[in-house]
């Protein structure tokens, strides 16, 4: 790979997007003096987590337009030497697809770096999500599927009914992006043409054109990123819309960190950018929430269940989207998780009958409404200290890190699997979080032992 000088603004939609890389650094606020320090030198790279995939669309839009323009240093500002901003969210293309990329398009524009293409690339590899033929697959329980024929499409909020992704944008777009209109980076021009071949076709794309970028192993994206890196010298300007996998190659990283007992252990009781006094002694036991309602979320809860060690508190949604009940459901979880962390680990979940409606709005009104009752259950719950804190779900795990356990910055250490399931060291964060490694397991990763077996290797280092 080619050394790139880029700076890289990582937009994350969720903070699962991090998974693929090590050593850089998550900021869960919008704190533009960290950023342009974050991003100060050639090479750097710096993950802003928006959330925005629980926001409505205009939300979604505002967030990205104000951080990229804190970056610059204002609505006028100029734009760093060598700024690549990254859109990232979900490799099954739930999202803002569309929306996002421009909101970042139109800042940029207006600091006099019109944006000439926007870079399609959804692959995560580790996980049996690739694009093939300019159609997108994901491999589900060991078969593959085009995304179209998974769960994934059904979301509430995000549903599709395309998976091949120049038919896709042109649904998400409502027709402003004919798919005879969206240009193509094939395997074969991946292979045999290389980094030529591909500088090639994305030199030949202007006013915000979009190119879908085939990849199955992160060679392909490899070679990809090679090509933007020589057009970027010549002044070619590019947005990426991506999963996971194609952060790497962009933040110039080759393989993955994967942790082993003695990196984990070096996480716990690290001093961070806001050391203080310790809080007390750390609990031996440490705390699990699940929030994400896919199905495979489900299956790995119910292997955790199966081993039968760790203590389970059940949020029962109907009882959380009730007021008459909700307060007193909240506060009896809060104390009896607090009171069972002395003795063994826990498990908190949200219960397993998805309440939703056909309005997306109100969909997401509901799913707010019992991730705020998550993340109090999680503050109120910090002060007993668990050892370590796993959390299941994209937006779960923002959440649970950002406002439950007061996290604004931390570092990914490494992950549990090649490219899947980061560890987070916290480095700006309360007192009582600080030293508490944070777990971050999206909802749509992983076999259905692997939240049991994280579990395990905490529950083994701890002891």
Known sequence: MLRSPRRLLVLDDDPTGSQCVHDVSVAFE??????????????????????????????????????????????????????????????????????????????????????????????????????REDVHYAVVQGEELRVEETDFAQDATFGYSHS????????????????????????????E??????????????????????????????????????????????????????????????????????????????????????????????????????GLTTRQLRAVQERGTLTEFELDVARLLDESSREAHIEETVAAIREELGRNDCVVYTSRERVSTD???????????????????????RGALPAWVVAKGGITSHEVAHRGLGIRLATVAGQFFPGQISLFRPDAAPEETLGCPYVVFPGNVGGEQALADVVDRLRSVGR
Request: hydrophobic letters at 45%.
């Open 193 to 294: 043409g290389g980094v030529e071949r591909v500088a090639e076709i994305l030199a030949g794309a202007s006013g915000r054109r979009w190119v879908v970028v085939n990849a199955c192993e992160y060679s392909d994206m490899e070679v990809v990123a090679d090509a933007v890196t020589e057009l970027e010298a010549r002044g070619r300007v590019f947005v990426t819309r991506c999963g996971p996998s194609f952060v790497r190659p962009l933040a110039g990283q080759e393989g993955a960190r994967v942790l082993g007992a003695e990196e984990i252990r070096a996480a716990e009781g690290a001093p961070g950018a806001d050391a203080a006094p310790s809080a007390g002694t750390r609990a031996e036991h440490g705390l699990v929430v699940v929030g994400s309602h896919v």
């Open 164 to 191: 091949d992704l120049r038919e896709f944008l042109e649904e998400k777009s409502g027709g402003e992006v004919p798919a005879g209109e969206v240009l193509s980076v094939t395997l074969e021009d991946i292979r």
């Open 30 to 131: 919008e704190d533009a003096e960290l950023l342009r320090r974050t991003l100060a030198e050639p090479g750097s790279t710096c993950f802003v987590l928006t959330n925005t995939r629980a926001l409505g669309e205009d939300q979604a839009v505002a967030a990205n337009r104000r951080i990229v323009e804190g970056m610059l240093g204002g609505a006028e500002g100029a734009a760093p030497e060598g700024l690549h901003v990254v859109s990232r969210s979900d490799s099954t293309l739930r999202g803002h697809v569309i929306a996002e990329p421009n909101a970042i398009a139109d800042v940029l524009e207006g600091a006099g770096r019109p944006v000439d293409a926007f870079l399609f690339c959804p692959a995560m590899i580790e996980a049996g999500r690739y694009t």
């Open 359 to 381: 309005d997306p709005d109100e969909s997401l009104a509901i799913a707010r409404s019992v991730s705020d009752a998550v993340v109090r259950v999680v503050a109120e719950v």
